[in-house]
Structures are given as C-alpha cells and as structure tokens.
T-cell receptor, first 114, second 115 residues
Framework: SQQGEEDPQALSIQEGENATMNCSYK?????LQWYRQNSGRGLVHLIL?????REKHSGRLRVTLDTSKKSSSLLITASRAADTASYFC??????????????FGRGTQLTVWP | GAVVSQHPSRVICKSGTSVKIECRSL??????MFWYRQFPKQSLMLMAT?????????EQGVEKDKFLINHASLTLSTLTVTSAHPEDSSFYIC???????????FGPGTRLTVT
C-alpha cells in the first residue's frame, strides 16, 4: 500500500502532556506531509518534511523522518484541549504519474483532556 | 498558510440532477489539484488528479463520465457530479499543490446530499 498508516489509532492525554504519533509507509517518497482535521471540517496543513530532511520544527510541532525505515513521527509538545483532532500523515509519491499524489491512512484521533 | 476555497460548502440536490463544485487556490497558482471524497470516520479517498490544461487522471474505480473534472486555469478546478444518486452523498474535498514548495493545501470541503 502507498498510503501512510498512523499509529496509534487513538490517543488520549491530559493537557500539558506531549503527544507522539507515528506513521509508516511503503513507497519511495518525495516528501511527507502532516495534517489535522477537526470533525466534519477540512484538513489543515501542519508541516512538510522533504525526503532529504531528518527533522523539522514548527512551533510546538516536531516532525522526524527516517527514510531507511520508511517512518515518520509527529510530536506535539505541551498539548492543549484545542489540539483535539484527527491527525494524518500523507506521503507524497516521487514516481512518474503518481508524482504529487498524497495517500492518506485512517489517522490518529487525539483527545486532549483539560 | 495558503488558502484554498470550495464552493458551495453544502448542497442538497435531487436524484438525477447534476452538481458542480468549485475549488480555488486564492493566493498561489496550482498546476495540479486533487479531488477526494471522505465517508464518515474514514480516511480520504483520492478520486482524481486535475492538471491545468489537460485531462484529469482518475483513480481506479472512479467513473470519469460521472465525475467530470475541469481545470480551467491555474487557480480553478471544478468537479461536476452528473446524474447524482443517493450513494454519491459524501464529503468532497479538493487540494491544490503549490508548485514552489510541493505543499498541498486543502479546501474546507463540500457536503453533498442527494435525496
């Protein structure tokens, strides 16, 4: 499968704690992007990490990428109740006619309790 | 981040009619846009890739005569659901790929209900 597969499927934590979500994929990628989605809403772009990058930061977000293991992780530090949402990783294929396509898994449902 | 808009946000139509959904990238040009559908509590399913100035590429199992895609300009792609049926009721989401950064930005989605 070319889609990203997130782990765990659900994560429940208290405000202030860190949340770590993992993603595995099987294809060769150009980049990998992380998104969040609140229930019934569109996807919000969080961060893009290129295949030649190993780590990237954006505010409270930290993303890692290990292309040898075909895996990525998203860390949200000092979580807030407003971070409650579904999080998706989306690897972008780097080959021919599939270039640009993102393949979504089922996501991780993060719940942050006040 | 960049902005992608979709119109309408919600539409209810009768079975047998056609519905057009617009996707616009508001502050960047996108030679490639994508159309997805999403069922409740499920992931996004890619339907087709829309390329400006050329025919769309459809994913396996997606009827191209039913889901007509037109990428008329570098900022606009449209999806027309023809002869809609209740099973076409879904959440349709578009995305636009920013050529300079490869980031893909998603529209807010269109909730289609066919009665």
């Amino acid at each position: 499968s070319q889609q990203g597969e997130e782990d765990p499927q659900a994560l429940s934590i208290q405000e202030g704690e860190n949340a770590t979500m993992n993603c595995s994929y099987k294809t060769s990628i150009n980049n990998l992007q992380w998104y969040r989605q609140n229930s019934g809403r569109g996807l919000v772009h969080l961060i893009l990490i290129r295949s030649n990058e190993r780590e990237k930061h954006s505010g409270r977000l930290r993303v890692t990428l290990d292309t040898s293991k075909k895996s990525s992780s998203l860390l949200i530090t000092a979580s807030r109740a407003a971070d409650t949402a579904s999080y998706f990783c989306a690897p972008e294929a780097d080959r021919g006619s599939t270039l640009g396509r993102l393949y979504f898994g089922r996501g991780t449902q993060l719940t942050v309790w006040p | 981040g960049a902005v992608v808009s979709q119109h309408p946000s919600r539409v209810i139509c009768k079975s047998g009619t056609s519905v057009k959904i617009e996707c616009r990238s508001l502050d960047f040009q996108a030679t490639t846009m994508f159309w997805y559908r999403q069922f409740p509590k499920q992931s996004l399913m890619l339907m087709a890739t829309s390329n400006e100035g050329s025919k769309a590429t459809y994913e396996q199992g997606v009827e191209k005569d039913k889901f007509l895609i037109n990428h008329a300009s570098l900022t606009l792609s449209t999806l027309t659901v023809t002869s809609a049926h209740p099973e076409d009721s879904s959440f349709y989401i578009c995305s636009a790929r920013r050529q300079s950064t490869y980031e893909q930005y998603f529209g807010p989605g269109t909730r289609l209900t066919v009665t």
